[in-house]
């Protein structure tokens, strides 16, 4: 594959509007006839927006999170199933940056820039909780690794080009192996029946005898021991993707009660648009959109603060403010996306309209990790000013 290689920020927004523009116009279809995006996906590897956090030295644009944040709320807003294949791609190019050796980061950043894209098998199922990893890594004699495990909600692992998979050693460490995709003992099941996000392919993963060799293998457990930014920048992508769904819902109702709906006549209004109290439910449902695009580009500067000198404190900081976000932007989501309904009127439940995608996928979407959890983390922090825990998801 040949991929263009983006210069900059400035030309990363403008790839990332084009693509959105083009990804929106097959969304609905894609969604209700569950039409994987491949072609899609295609189009977003050769137009270089996936190699877009490369470092400089390594001839990537070395973008900062600000721009990344909005690259991914422009897709979210278009298809948030595509939004989200990508986000595991990001995550892992970073773990990459912070525990490659400099061989690693040659190899892998020149896969990167040549369009391969990384997919991803984190989560399993049947554990005691979400960081209860037992997918092993088994030393072999001469060097390499066995790794042997079952993996679930494996978004982009469908159609990616390298599988990173989080497992533990002897030691019981957590490392990530970068295994291809067609490696021998792996197996890709496409049985994801989620009723939202219906195209991420977020099936299973099996992983029997997959043999590893050791320049394959990073150590994750590093990234947890000191100041760290990796939960960071993984949760503030996610809170991209739930404001995009919030500004695509709010778009999609406007848009159909400018055309397809009929004031209430009690109004007294000639249109739809002249109902006070359809302005009025307008203008609060905008008021939530925007704090939420403001709290995503407030945590996305704290990121880049951070990046620019990572102490315990900015690391602590940058925390914090995407927890904030992220719990705005899925509330957010889930209320638009409901509201479209509530200001558009009874005709927009149709099911051939296929308007409640917004709904499902905000709802599947913000299941990702409980918000509850990160309040309690703002809270603390506000009256004992405890820093937030190193864990991955915050």
Do not use: C
């Amino acid at each position: 594959m040949t991929a263009h290689v983006i210069a900059d920020d400035a030309e990363a927004l403008a790839v990332a509007a084009e693509l959105a523009d083009a990804f929106r116009a097959g969304a609905a279809r894609r969604d209700a006839e569950r039409v994987l995006p491949r072609a899609e996906l295609d189009r977003l590897s050769a137009s270089g927006l996936l190699a877009v956090t490369v470092p400089a030295e390594h001839g990537g644009a070395d973008v900062g999170a600000a721009t990344l944040a909005e690259v991914f709320r422009l897709l979210g807003a278009a298809d948030p199933s595509l939004a989200q294949i990508p986000q595991s791609h990001f995550v892992y190019v970073n773990v990459i940056r912070r525990q490659g050796t400099t061989e690693q980061r040659t190899f892998f950043f020149a896969e990167v820039l040549a369009g391969r894209r990384f997919g991803n098998a984190q989560s399993e199922a049947g554990t005691k909780h979400v960081q209860d990893i037992r997918t092993r890594l088994t030393p072999r004699p001469d060097g390499s690794y066995r790794l042997d495990g079952v993996k679930h909600y494996s978004t982009g692992a469908l159609f990616a080009d390298w599988i990173p998979v989080l497992a533990r050693a002897d030691d019981d460490d957590l490392h990530v192996a970068y295994v291809p995709r067609d490696a021998p003992g792996l197996t890709v099941v496409d049985d994801w029946d989620g009723m939202g996000q219906r195209t991420t392919a977020s099936g299973t993963v099996h992983l029997e005898g997959v043999e590893v060799p050791a320049d394959r293998v990073l150590p994750h457990h590093l990234t947890f021991r000191g100041p760290q930014l990796h939960g960071a920048v993984a949760q503030l992508l996610h809170a991209a993707i739930d404001a995009g769904i919030a500004s695509g819902a709010l778009t999609e109702a406007a848009a159909f009660v400018r055309t397809r709906s009929r004031p209430w006549f009690e109004s007294g209004a000639d249109t739809a648009v002249e109902d006070p109290l359809l302005v009025q439910r307008f203008g609060e449902l905008a008021l939530r959109v925007r704090a939420s695009e403001a709290l995503l580009k407030e945590a996305a500067r704290a990121v880049d603060a951070a990046r620019a000198g990572l102490t315990d404190d900015s690391a602590a900081e940058a925390s914090l403010a995407v927890a904030a976000a992220k719990v705005q932007a899925a509330e957010t989501a889930v209320e638009v996306a409901s509201a479209l309904f509530e200001v558009s009127g009874t005709r927009s439940a149709l099911d051939s309209l296929n308007l409640h995608r917004y709904w499902r996928d905000a709802r599947t979407h913000t299941l990702h990790d409980p918000p509850r959890w990160k309040l309690q983390h703002l809270g603390r922090h506000v009256l004992t000013g405890a820093r937030p825990p190193r864990h991955g998801l915050l």
